[in-house]
């Protein structure tokens, strides 16, 4: 499976961005994304996650209100829109794929097996 993540780039604060992410190769029947960043010198961590059957999504609580995870199962696309940029949303990136049933949304990192090569998202002040 390759995933393939853009949309990135320079925003001023307040702004809005829409992050997409195309699924391609062999993906397995069912799986969840989710979009993962990381800024320079902090962890990984988990931004927003939607289920394969788009009726279960996880938002952490820095994006919650002012961000929207979909699916677009028959494109094999996912899309974050991100309103209400903040500088602290500075950051690279990351979907990813983790296999599983129709409403399964893993918030952790291990779950998902497949990784997009990232998109570099910098909010101005």
């Known amino acids: 499976v390759q995933l393939q993540a853009s949309g990135g780039g320079l925003v001023q604060a307040g702004g809005s961005l829409r992050l997409s992410c195309a699924a391609s190769?062999?993906?397995?029947?069912?799986?969840?994304m989710g979009w993962f960043r990381q800024a320079s010198g902090k962890e990984r961590e988990l931004v927003a996650t939607i289920s394969w059957s788009g009726f279960s999504a996880y938002y952490a609580d820095s994006v919650k209100g002012r961000s929207i995870i979909s699916r677009d199962n028959a494109k094999s696309t996912v899309h974050l829109q991100m309103n209400s940029l903040k500088p602290e949303d500075t950051a690279v990136y990351y979907c990813?794929?983790?296999?599983?049933?129709?409403?399964?949304?893993?918030?952790?990192?291990?779950?998902?097996?497949?990784w997009g090569q990232g998109t570099q998202v910098t909010v101005s002040s």
């Open positions: 990813a794929a983790a296999q599983g049933p129709g409403d399964y949304i893993p918030r952790a990192l291990s779950p998902y097996q497949y």
């Open positions: 190769g062999r993906t397995p029947s069912s799986y969840a």
